[in-house]
T-cell receptor, first 111, second 115 residues
């Protein structure tokens, strides 16, 4: 089992749709969780950290379920500019210096 | 302020040649990371530095790969006797320190093509 697993997609949705991505991680002792965004042929950029209580930033909501070891990202009212690959990232338990990266979920928002 | 910069942006080399990739982190960031990303693949961790020391070199694919960091700032990743499978985008990132809770800021990458 991979340490961080994501559905690769692609997700094709119309503008205005709500789309949800899930990510599962294997190590129950992992401490920090993030969603990064990577545009085509660009470097990854932090979208949001994921906190135990869940957090929201505008149209984006992140949730953490420690019991089931999964993280979710919800995008509401999707825009064309949301088209990108969304990377789930988890800190390596016992060694917070290494982040474990999922392969990413590809999203295409269509007009 | 300036972000992470990397040079060159593109490098085409012949199999068997050595290449050196450079990373300038954000000023004041003590942690520096090297990753590799092949086409359509996820990020592959190579090595990280805290200051000038490299506590974790576990991701280096072979002994042809080495990296150093001097003055707690600039880092170079060297690949000796390049092979075609080394072709990838090499990404450098820096963060305030090596605590896993800190955001990593990425440079634009160096696209390496080994012919």
């Amino acid at each position: 089992r991979k340490e961080v697993e994501q559905d690769p997609g692609p997700f094709n949705v119309p503008e205005g749709a709500t789309v949800a991505f899930n990510c599962t991680y294997s190590n129950s002792a992992s401490q920090s969780f993030f969603w990064y965004r990577q545009d085509c042929r660009k470097e990854p950029k932090l979208l949001m950290s994921v906190y135990s209580s869940g957090n929201e930033d505008g149209r984006f909501t992140a949730q953490l379920n420690r019991a089931s070891q999964y993280i979710s990202l919800l995008i509401r009212d999707s825009k064309l500019s949301d088209s990108a690959t969304y990377l789930c990232v988890v800190s390596n338990a016992g060694n917070n210096r290494k982040l474990i990266w999922g392969l990413g979920t590809s999203l295409a928002v269509n007009p | 302020g300036a972000g992470v910069s990397q040079s060159p942006s593109n490098k085409v080399t012949e199999k068997g040649k050595d290449v050196e990739l450079r990373c300038d982190p954000i000023s004041g960031h003590t942690a520096l990371y090297w990753y590799r990303q092949s086409l359509g693949q996820g990020l592959e961790f190579l090595i990280y530095f805290q200051g000038n020391s490299a506590p974790d070199k576990s991701g280096l694919p072979s002994d042809r790969f080495s990296a150093e960091r001097t003055g707690g700032s600039v880092s170079t990743l060297t690949i000796q006797r390049t092979q075609q499978e080394d072709s990838a985008v090499y990404l450098c990132a820096s963060s305030l320190d090596s605590s896993g809770g800190n955001e990593q800021f990425f440079g634009p990458g160096t696209r390496l093509t080994v012919l």
